[in-house]
């Protein structure tokens, strides 16, 4: 039998970004066709969108109005077409008024440590469904049960948090991305060689991924 290619994917991204969904939905759509040829690895990295946000949130409202200058008649808009472009990789954006914009340290703290197991990538999924779909928050509680979920030992993830003890490696990876003039998400990195910024068609990332055909 011949051995697959194997193609590892570095995503760069928050888990409260909606184009980071968008492009992961669009990413999964183009790997369909490549899983009998590629040995996929996928593995990602931290960007907090807003590391200075307090534990208690912001309305996403007020928050995008403030750093973007984004109307009501905008936000409208942008839910809109954010939901219907999620619709289209089977992903469910479910806004509400009172949404708020969350600090992520936590989740990406887990991240990291669910990255020497086999279900970092589902906890990423997880993650995205929580807060976007079903209207989710990131209190403690609420991540220990989503880890428990996806099939991560609980009391690992509870002593993670507990002690801040991926925090040092979140913050050198975020480091290490603002260093390489990264100052958005998502991107996607292919074998530490190809990179795409931002959601990207599925044509697009086909693209990428023919070019590692044999």
Same mark, same amino acid.
């Given at each position: 039998?011949?051995?697959?290619t194997?193609?590892?994917? #570095?995503?760069?991204? #928050? ?26 690895n ?17 309305n %996403?409202?007020?928050?995008?109005? *403030? ?8 936000s409208?808009r942008?839910?809109?077409?954010l ?13 509400? #008024?009172e ?9 990406h ?6 990255k020497? !197991?086999?279900?970092?990538?589902? %906890?990423a999924?997880?993650f ?7 209207? &989710? ?8 049960h989503?880890?428990? *979920? ?11 948090l507990?002690?801040?003890s ?5 913050? %050198? !990876? ?9 100052? &958005?998400?998502?991107l996607f990195?292919?074998? !530490? ?15 990428? %991924?023919?070019?590692?055909?044999k």
């Amino acid at each position: 039998m011949m051995s697959k290619t194997q193609i590892n994917i #570095d995503i760069v991204s #928050d888990v409260v970004c909606p184009w980071c969904v968008i492009g992961y939905g669009r990413l999964k759509a183009a790997l369909a066709n490549f899983y009998t040829k590629f040995d996929i690895n996928i593995v990602w990295h931290p960007y907090e969108l807003n590391p200075n946000m307090p534990k208690e949130g912001e309305n %996403l409202r007020q928050h995008l109005s *403030k750093k973007y200058g984004t109307t009501l008649e905008g936000s409208i808009r942008a839910r809109a077409m954010l939901t219907e472009e999620g619709r289209k990789v089977g992903f469910k954006f479910n806004y509400f #008024d009172e949404m708020k914009m969350l600090n992520t340290h936590q989740c990406h703290q887990l991240l990291h440590w669910a990255k020497e !197991s086999d279900f970092q990538n589902q %906890l990423a999924e997880a993650f995205f469904e929580h807060f976007f779909s079903n209207r &989710g928050t990131f209190t403690e509680p609420e991540l220990i049960h989503i880890v428990g *979920k996806v099939g991560l030992n609980t009391e690992q993830a509870q002593s993670v948090l507990a002690n801040n003890s991926c925090t040092e490696e979140v913050k %050198l !990876s975020e480091a290490h991305w603002h260093r390489n003039g990264i100052h &958005g998400v998502p991107l996607f990195i292919f074998n !530490s060689e190809k990179a795409l910024s931002g959601a990207q068609e599925v044509a697009t990332f086909e693209n990428v %991924l023919n070019q590692y055909l044999k």
